[in-house]
Structure formats: C-alpha cells, structure tokens
C-alpha cells in the first residue's frame, strides 16, 4: 500500500449512542417547606452521524480533526426523587416523542500508533460546544469532551477506514425560568461506537 502523505481530509462517522442518564433536578416549595426534586432519565440507544474534516502530520505520527457530530436518543424511562417536604421515589411515565438531541462541534488532536504498514492504533480527545435540544423546546449550550480509542486501515493512498470507541462527557448547563428559578440539566458519561471512513487529498 502506497504511504499516505501529510495534508488535508474530509470523512465521516456512523456511530452507535449509548446516552448517558440525563438528571434533572429544581428546587420547590411543598406547603411551606423545601423539597427538591431529581429526576433521572434513561434514553434509548441510537444511531448517530459526523461529518468531519482533518489533516494529518506523518513525521510526529499526528492528526487534527474538526469534527460535526448529531444524534437524537428517544427517552426510555424516568424515576423521580422527592427529599425534604415530602421523602419518596416514583416512576413517570415517558411519552411518545420525548427525546434527546445534541449536536456538537469537536476540534481533536489523535496519536497514530503504527502497527504495521496498513494499520495503525489511534488514541486522543477533543474539546466541543454541544447545543441541547428536546420536546418541550429546550435550547440550550454548554462544553462537552471526548476521550477516543480504536484502529484505523490504510486502503489506498487516498482511502482509509477508522473504527473507535468514544467515551462523551457533555457539560452541566442551568436554566433559569421568568421567575428566578434554577432548573440543573446533567448527563452521564456517553459511550458512542463509531466507523467510518476518511478521503485524503
């Protein structure tokens, strides 16, 4: 296989989500007294996709990447805790249509790792700014990181597949209603599976 040479290239990502718990928890009043509320979601796995452009450095074995990321995970499940005035846990019901989207914008730095004259291991991480979507019109943004690991294969000179396991943190982020009142939104760490493939100029 002919050697690649450094320089820019664009590729993209299938990736299978698995959405962190998604915690969102305020502070009320019940008669009179405190309580807070937590509530606890779980999402549905779902297929995501990026869309990326890089370039890569042969001599220091590197390469940088800006990188679109979006998936939208249905919710699943949700439990919600009551403490204070009132000390229980319950179930809510999820509703057709209730779902989680992000959409992200990652710039990463990978080591290359060479294996052999085809493969290489690849490992790194990258800093983004997600914006958070979801049925009842939240719109909101905060900063996510990722930590990444997996193998690419060198095809031809122009060509090469990459498959990676992604670990997400997406960031904290509060909203704050008409009346002063704080509503805390966050996310457990996401686990993503991704393939794709990478076009070399």
């Known amino acids: 296989t002919e050697k690649t040479k450094d320089g820019v290239y ?24 405190p309580m807070h509320v937590k509530n606890i979601t779980k999402s ?4 995501g996709v990026s869309a990326l452009v890089g370039f890569k450095k042969q001599d220091i074995g590197m390469k940088f990447e800006a990188e679109y990321l979006t998936h939208k995970n249905d919710k699943d499940s949700t439990k919600q805790e009551l403490t204070g005035a009132i000390n229980q846990t319950m179930d809510i019901d999820v509703e057709d249509g209730e779902y989680s989207k992000m959409t992200t914008i990652f710039l990463s730095a990978y080591k290359l790792i060479k294996i052999d004259k085809q493969m290489s291991g690849v490992v790194g991480g990258g800093l983004g700014s997600t914006k958070y979507e979801d049925e ?6 905060a900063t996510s990181f990722h930590i990444s690991g997996g193998v690419e294969k060198q095809l031809n ?3 090469t597949i990459v498959g990676m396991i992604r670990f997400i943190k997406y960031g904290d982020f509060t909203v704050t209603d008409d009346d002063g009142d704080d509503f805390e939104f966050s996310y457990d760490l996401t686990t993503a599976l991704q393939a794709g493939i990478r076009y070399q100029f």
């Open 44 to 47: 549905k796995s779902a297929l």
């Open 10 to 33: 664009i590729g993209g990502n299938l990736a299978y989500v698995m959405l962190g718990d998604r915690t969102f928890e305020f502070d009320m009043a019940w008669g009179g007294a």
């Open 157 to 159: 000179k122009n060509l």
């Open 136 to 141: 009842d019109e939240l719109d909101e943004k």
